[in-house]
């Protein structure tokens, strides 16, 4: 066999290299990166996988009897078109909406990771298109990934990106920390990825040099598993979505054994006597001591006291995994952890306080670039009205309907045709069953998707995209090292199109084309956006290679900022000359703002809040539907790595012996997990690294509806999104809480239905 020539390339998992040898496309890590993802190996499968999507389509009854609502999505056929009918079609849709709705009839909102190149960004071309070609869409606001943190961080600390970017680094870690409180863990499997891409994967090497130097790693939370073992580290099995109970108990015994930093409180902090008369239960007449606190989250009383002791006085760090605050009230641990930190009196100090998500994501604990990087200018939306993200069921079934958000009473619009590229609101929105309803009632759903997700397969209008593979793009971010010069390494799959020329021949339709493309193809985009860091690199004096240098390089080595700590490195450095940019200026403890606000969901210091979902009755056992260690969210699902991990086609939930036991389920037996909302497939894996009443199965196996034509289908290849409860984290943030659903599990002892959920709809 030839040695294949290798070409660079990037993704959100990792930086690579790739080509051909013979028929098999042949993908190597690049040289540098100390711990390359095995995500990467989904590639080679998946590039001419039976899943890509070959042509446009367009649903039947969509053709027959045109737009308007309709349940019949997800379940008639789709009919192939040529280019130019699907396109005409489309525009003249886009039109129509436009004219009797205006584009507040348009929601162009499109979450979703797309792919790592800068340019062929979906969600940028697309919001770009919907603004310059239509005149604007409605929006959303937020991420699936921290819609909790999104919203109150800014209230408490400062704005999300600088606090959680820019912020503790893994280097300050290694030197300095001597004991990290990790709630939620920080699991290499969500390290492992990063919008834009990651070409070193430092978190393990980090967590194994500073465990080497005597820096004491605490993990708590259901899954043992959560910190990787180079950690070394106590694992406190906790009770899922209880943090914010065991942090109270900590604070409380800090406070009461006067081992918090009365000095910090007073000098960088507001709302310290507030939260304080709530802790000690001055204000309600329940103390939140270690006894209260073990009795919901079932750290024993004595352990909480012990681990409060041990972290008071040395260097000590609060990290949270974004999971904690994708559930019921997931605002309240969020602020719980910075109150812990800044009662600790480490918020500020190298290594210490509180890093927000670090190790949810390859962004976080890395030092900042210090030019610009790549991004598509997206014009501008005047469409005021927005959903926070995951709310879009909520939206499309109650146009009209008031809704609290932020401290705003706003009102759902009147959507009539959705347009997504880029994203798989069936993979990451929660009660699937409800989304399909909510999907049934616009006039027209459009997809740009390389492959038949089960969003593709709900379309009225199916355009083919190509995957990241077809096309050259650069790899950039603002927190790692190198751009990458993405270079083409497929011709693009039967009939698919870059969603840019797709976006350029829709411009052309409604006479916009010179505006959207401004007379460049994909190449001239490129070269564009790469001038921006050029020049920032001319102008330090740098080296600043032309474009075709680049190019031919493959890649350039960015120069980074130094490890300052960020606005709260220089708040702690000095509160009067940079002070926070929060209402006070402070780390706010009580915050005045979220207090006058009124929402019972969301009082104005932490609090805790029984929850409506939890296990009990017909429903047991917590569900922790947490991100795939096998591929990135629902991506490229059908690729090697991600299809080997699973067990008789069926993605694995583990369950502790104990409650397998109990139900007669054995290792590798196919089971059900149910509730009220729905019902899904998976195999059995028996596991003593998460708590007993716990089962865990990881998002991202595509939705497949054993037969489609049900209200409630069973999904018969194990997507936990079937199960999860569509309600929002508060009327604060109305984040995503899929993290957390009480359902039951049995053996299932039917016939196995076959797993069809990578096969193309027959056209
Ligand atoms: P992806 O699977 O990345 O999931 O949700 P998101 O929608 O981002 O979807 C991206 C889609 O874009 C894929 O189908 C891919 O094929 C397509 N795509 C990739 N590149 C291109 C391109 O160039 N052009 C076009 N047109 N398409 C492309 C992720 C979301 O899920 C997130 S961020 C989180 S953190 C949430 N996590 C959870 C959770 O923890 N628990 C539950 N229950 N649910 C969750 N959902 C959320």
Redesign the pocket.
């Known amino acids: 066999m030839d040695v294949p020539d290798l070409k660079p390339h990037s993704s959100h998992w990792g930086v690579f290299r790739a080509g051909w040898q013979g028929d098999t496309l042949v993908v190597e890590p690049h040289p540098s990166d100390p711990d390359p993802s095995a995500i990467l190996q989904n590639f080679p499968e998946a590039v001419r996988h039976r899943a890509r999507i070959a042509q446009p389509m367009v649903r039947r009854g969509w053709l027959e009897h045109g737009p308007g609502p309709t349940d019949r999505r997800g379940r008639d056929e789709l009919v192939p078109v040529s280019w130019d009918r699907a396109l005409d079609l489309l525009a003249g849709e886009l039109r129509r909406v436009r004219d009797a709705h205006g584009v507040e009839g348009i929601f162009g909102g499109s ?5 790592a190149g800068r340019f ?3 969600q940028s071309q697309v919001h770009r298109f919907l603004n310059i070609a239509v005149g604007g869409y409605v929006r959303s606001v937020n ?3 921290a819609g909790a943190a999104n919203v109150i961080l800014p209230h408490i600390l400062g704005p999300f990106e600088p606090v959680t970017r820019h912020s503790v680094t893994w280097e300050a870690i290694v030197q300095h920390t001597g004991l990290v409180l990790a709630f939620g863990g920080m699991a290499v499997r969500n390290s492992a990825v990063g919008g834009g891409g990651v070409s070193r994967h430092v978190e393990r090497g980090a967590m194994r040099e500073a465990a080497a130097r005597g820096c004491r790693f605490l993990l708590f939370g259901p899954l043992r598993d959560d910190l990787p073992q180079e950690a070394g580290a106590e694992w406190v099995p906790l009770s899922p979505g209880t943090d914010t109970a065991l942090m109270l108990g900590l604070a409380h015994t800090l406070a009461t054994e006067g081992l918090h930093d009365r000095a910090f409180l007073d000098r960088f902090c507001v709302g310290y006597p507030e939260f304080e008369d709530y802790l000690l239960g001055r204000t309600d007449g329940v103390a939140k001591d270690a006894a209260w606190a073990s009795a919901i989250c079932g750290v024993p009383a004595d352990q909480i006291m012990a681990i409060a002791r041990q972290a008071a006085g040395q260097r000590v760090l609060v990290t949270m995994a ?2 904690l605050q ?1 559930a019921e009230h997931g605002e309240q641990p969020v602020w719980m952890g910075m109150v812990l930190a800044a009662m600790l009196g480490q918020i500020g100090l190298p290594g210490g306080g509180f890093n927000y998500a670090l190790g949810s994501i390859a962004h976080y604990g890395k030092r900042m670039v210090a030019v610009p990087v790549a991004g598509l200018p997206q014009g501008r939306n005047p469409v005021r009205a927005f959903i926070p993200v995951a709310r879009i069921s909520d939206m499309l079934l109650n146009p009209g309907a008031p809704f609290d958000y932020n401290g705003q009473a706003l009102t759902y619009p009147d959507v009539k045709l959705v347009y997504w ?5 069936f ?4 009660d699937l069953n409800r989304l399909r309803e909510a999907f049934a009632k616009v006039d027209t759903l459009v997809v ?4 038949w ?1 089960a ?1 593709a397969r709900h379309a009225d209008i199916v355009l083919p ?4 593979l077809e096309r050259e793009d650069i790899g950039a971010t603002t927190t790692d090292p190198l751009m990458v010069a993405m270079h083409r390494l497929a011709p693009p799959f039967a009939e698919a199109r870059d ?1 840019y020329d797709i976006f350029a021949a829709l411009a052309e339709r409604l006479g916009k084309r010179e505006e959207f493309t401004e007379g460049r193809d994909a190449r001239g985009w490129i070269e564009h956006l790469y001038e921006r860091t050029r020049a920032a690199l001319a102008e330090k004096n740098l080296p600043a290679p032309d474009f075709e240098t680049f190019w031919q390089q493959g890649e350039l080595e960015m120069p980074l900022e130094e490890d300052t700590g960020g606005i709260v490195g220089a708040f702690r450095r000095d509160p009067e000359a940079a002070p926070l940019p929060t209402p006070s200026g402070k780390v706010e403890i009580a915050s005045a703002t979220i207090a006058a606000f009124g929402y019972d969901d969301c009082p104005g210091h932490p609090t805790w809040m029984d929850r409506v979902e939890v296990p009990g009755g017909e429903a047991p056992l917590w569900l922790v ?3 795939p260690a096998t591929r ?5 699902d059908f690729g090697g790595t991600s299809a080997g991990s699973k067990h008789r086609g069926r993605e694995v939930m583990r369950i502790h012996p104990t409650d397998a036991g109990a139900r007669g389920v054995a290792e590798g037996d196919i089971v059900r997990l149910f509730n009220q909302r729905g019902a899904c497939l998976a195999a059995a894996a028996l596991s003593e690294d998460l708590m007993p009443g716990v089962v865990q199965l990881p ?2 196996a595509w939705y497949d509806p054993a037969d489609a034509e049900d209200a409630k289908p069973l999904c018969v290849h194990g997507n ?2 079937v199960l ?1 409860r569509d309600a929002g984290t508060s009327r604060l943030s109305q984040g ?1 809480t ?2 957390l659903t009480a359902v039951q599990v049995e053996r299932f002892t039917g016939n196995l239905p076959p797993v069809k959920a990578w096969d193309p709809p027959v056209g």
Not at 427 to 430: C, E, K, P
Not at 632 to 636: R, Y
Request: aromatic content about 6%; charged content about 5%; some cysteine.
């Open positions: 979450y979703g990771w797309s792919s062929h960004h979906a991420s699936y990934s974004h999971s994708r590229a880029g994203g798989n609101p993979h990451h929105h929660q740009h998707e390389s492959a997700t969003t995209a190509t995957m990241t969603d539907a947490n991100q990135l969210h629902s991506q490229l998002t991202g936990p999104n999860t995503c899929g993290q």
